[in-house]
């Protein structure tokens, strides 16, 4: 199974791959680390993003695409653009789920990754994206979904 950890920031877009075959994480190279989009007003601009992103799941033959709960107000409330970014990344046949910045937290403190993040071949700005995407995998796993 191959899940699309997806951190939404402002106007961006930042994944990480992770497939999980034969008891093992693998995680397969690609061709984009983020997707912006420079102006949300436009419908074109969005238009764009949704194909773009969609293109990249088909193209890698992703299974789930999990993305980092944002707050929808309160001081730490995620952006408007970044909800646009949501829903757009929503509207597919793919199976989509949002998880919680606690639970990541929590599932990362009971089951870390074996591995460390630097011998990943992942900038650093992906960790997040890497995190939700190992996270959801080990919800599947151990049935907690």
Request: with cysteine.
């Amino acid at each position: 199974m191959k899940v699309c950890g997806v951190e939404l920031k402002g106007g961006e877009a930042i994944i990480s791959l992770l497939s999980y075959e034969g008891e093992t994480f693998n995680v397969p190279s690609c061709r984009k680390v983020s997707f912006a989009v420079s102006d949300s007003a436009s419908t074109e601009s969005l238009r764009e993003f949704h194909f773009a992103f969609h293109k990249l799941m088909e193209d890698y033959k992703i299974d789930q695409i999990a993305i980092i709960e944002r707050e929808q107000k309160g001081k730490f409330a995620g952006s408007a653009t970044s909800f646009k970014l949501e829903a757009a990344i929503q509207i597919t046949e793919l199976p989509v789920v949002m998880i919680s910045p606690l639970t990541i937290k929590e599932q990362l403190k009971r089951n870390p990754p074996q591995v460390d993040f630097d011998s990943l071949d992942l900038k650093r700005v992906q960790l997040n994206a890497f995190d939700v995407a190992y996270v959801h995998h080990n919800r599947l796993i151990f049935g907690k979904v």
